[in-house]
């Protein structure tokens, strides 16, 4: 039986870097951080809030991401992989992630954000922090969509303006 756990072992083992990998892969951004010095509350409310967002927080150990980095040519990564960390992964959103954590590392200051890969690019923890910055999704949409509304507005301001104008003439 000795001989079968060496084998189990590496089996857990190629299975969590194919994990990841596929994380890496399918996810629209994923932000690496250093959580080292939250408490166990703040962890939990932290992944509650990621988890909200639709975003994915696990942590994995860094040799088995770097496993990881190497098959997806993402291995720019690696230097951001050292002490204890966790990845947040997004498929959806692209701004998610960055949002959440860098809203929580304003409140918690022991979270470090240290980088990631946005589709499919290595960026370091400024441009996370700048994506942060973007408003999220429904606000990019609502700007948009209030951009569209406007010229119809005017027109019918317009509109609306004249035929008030011809109504004082005529009376």
Do not use: C, H, W
Request: glycine share 4%.
């Amino acid at each position: 039986m000795a001989e079968i756990r060496p084998t189990v072992i590496r089996e857990e083992k190629v299975q969590a870097v194919n994990e990841i990998a596929t994380k890496l892969r399918e996810s629209q951004s994923t932000v690496v951080a250093d959580y080292r010095g939250l408490t166990v509350a703040q962890v939990t409310e932290l992944r509650k809030q990621l988890r909200e967002a639709g975003v994915e927080f696990k942590v994995y150990k860094n040799s088995l991401t770097r496993l990881a980095t190497a098959q997806e040519n993402l291995t720019e990564l690696d230097a951001q992989l050292t002490g204890p960390n966790a990845i947040a992964f997004s498929k959806e959103d692209v701004i998610a992630p960055a949002k959440v954590l860098a809203d929580f590392a304003k409140k918690n200051e022991k979270l470090e954000i240290k980088g990631g890969v946005i589709e499919g690019k290595v960026v370091d923890a400024d441009q996370i922090k700048a994506l942060a910055a973007l408003p999220s999704r429904e606000g990019l949409l609502s700007m948009l969509l209030s951009v569209l509304q406007a010229p119809v507005r005017n027109f019918a301001l317009a509109v609306k303006a004249v035929a008030d104008q011809k109504e004082e003439q005529g009376a």
